[in-house]
């Protein structure tokens, strides 16, 4: 969402019940409409909306433990009408199902454009009863489906129950998307055409892309202009090398631009050994789909293992590094931890006395001194939770654990020549904007 920032983003079967709260499951800059499940097992509709939209909330229903459905109604240039989200449960009477879906499409059809999407859990791809009836049902009402593939699809079944229903022509909008593969349902995306004038979400510079550049002509290039070089002295022969390294790359990997998201600028988690396991992970899932043999499945599970453990431990790791690059700045230390912790505040309560440990403290600076040393300890926890951490190797060839025990306690004593072989070895600091040091 933070990548491509949608208008609205619609789930079904959350199971996200009345326990969970309001700021467990906010996005910045969405607002969050939710027909709770009644439990944790089965169902549950969440639609976001983008904040610069303005939306109405038109129905929350559900048939318990059968249908949940979220009806809001929105007004922008691109659409005008009524967007309603549902899920049925695979295991409840599709008859009472399909009742309700015409009770609540019937009145919103009248009125405006209506759009009716979600996880109906009735595969529109077979020739059954309740297929027909749906299908026939919602042409009825001027409702057409344009959902056109399976969208769920595993080892033993290929089924089309993730659909789009609309008053409207949308044969050109809806596309279902693999990947990045998350659950075994496809996503599904309805792309209408909006204003070209977008606000750049992108952060451009230049540099090399040295994946496709050729060593060998990087050589025959470097021997060519080496044997052009005379006889100089050190310093220009160094100058004139690093002219022609330049020169080199100039041909084999010439400088480009490239554009990364700004949603990921100064995020260092994201690296390119993440792009590379994504790749590999959709890349065997659609193998798995095309050959549908087994051991391909178990190697998309792999692959998809490998990535969600990748970007586990690679936020570890960037959120360590900046807990300790600011200990000495608590301001951003702090919004380190929120970061950790993702507790933005949706709503604020001003409450004059706090419940500490079954004491009940009323007086401010009492109150403050708690809090202080229930966050130092909270930082001292978290430091204790890093004495072991799991490192993944960039190439994804596997995984192993690290635990550093080393003290040094002890140095060897060096003379004037092993201190000069150290200096000479050091890397030089001058050099090119190339990267290229002499």
């Known amino acids: ?10 789930l079904s079967e959350t199971r996200v019940d009345d326990s969970i709260e309001e700021f467990e499951i906010n996005i910045k800059d969405y607002s969050c409409v939710r ?6 097992f089965t169902g549950g509709v969440v639609v976001y909306i983008r904040n610069d939209i303005k939306y109405e909330t038109v129905m929350v229903k559900k048939i318990i ?9 929105i007004n922008v240039k691109w659409y005008r009408g009524t967007i309603a989200v549902l899920y049925h449960s695979p295991s409840a009477s ?31 791809s077979l020739d059954t009863f309740y297929s027909n009836r749906l299908r026939n049902n919602m042409l009825c009402l001027g409702m057409k489906q344009y959902v056109n593939q399976p969208t769920r699809v595993t080892i033993d079944s290929s089924t089309l129950i993730d659909l789009v229903f609309a008053s409207l022509n949308l044969s050109e909008c809806v596309d ?29 510079f230049r540099g090399r892309s040295y994946k496709k550049m050729n060593i060998e002509n990087f050589v025959i290039e470097m021997q060519q202009s080496m044997n052009e070089c005379g006889e100089v002295d050190i310093s220009e022969r160094a100058s004139s090398f690093v002219k022609h390294i330049v020169e080199a790359l100039d041909i084999v990997a010439p ?10 600028d100064g995020k260092v988690w994201f690296t390119e050994g993440i792009k590379r396991a994504a790749t590999a992970r959709d890349r065997a899932y659609g193998k798995a789909i095309f050959t549908g043999l087994h051991q391909d499945w178990l190697q998309y599970k792999i692959e998809r293992n490998i990535v969600t453990n990748l970007i586990k431990y690679k936020k570890k790791q960037y959120y360590e590094n900046m807990i ?13 931890l929120k970061e950790v912790v993702k507790g933005e505040t949706v709503d604020m309560n001003i409450t004059d006395r706090v419940d500490f440990e079954g004491i009940n403290i009323n007086d401010e600076i009492n109150i403050a001194d708690k809090f202080n040393e229930y966050y130092i300890k909270s930082i001292d926890n978290i430091i204790n939770s890093m004495k072991q951490i799991d490192v993944y190797s960039s190439d994804r060839e596997g995984a192993y654990a690290i635990e550093n025990k080393g003290v040094f306690d002890y140095f060897d004593p060096i003379d004037t020549c092993g201190l000069e072989k150290i200096v000479m070895n050091l890397p030089a600091k001058k050099g090119t904007e190339e990267g290229i040091s002499v």
């Open 1 to 10: 969402m933070k990548l491509r920032s949608p208008a609205i983003v619609a």
């Open 35 to 40: 027909c709770d499940a009644e439990n944790r």
């Open 65 to 73: 433990g059968n249908c949940w459905c979220v009806v809001i109604k």
């Open 94 to 124: 599709d008859g009472a199902f399909i009742k309700l879906i015409e009770d609540i499409i019937e009145e919103m059809v009248i009125k405006e454009e209506c759009i009716v999407l979600g996880d109906f859990n009735v595969d529109l």
């Open 176 to 204: 279902v998307i693999e990947s990045p593969k998350i659950t075994d349902h496809a996503w599904i995306r309805i792309k209408f055409k909006i204003d070209k004038e977008r606000k750049n979400c992108y952060k451009e």
């Open 255 to 264: 400088d480009r631009i490239f554009r990364i998201p700004k949603a990921w």
């Open 324 to 336: 300790d690059n600011n200990k000495s700045d608590s301001k951003s230390m702090w919004k380190v």
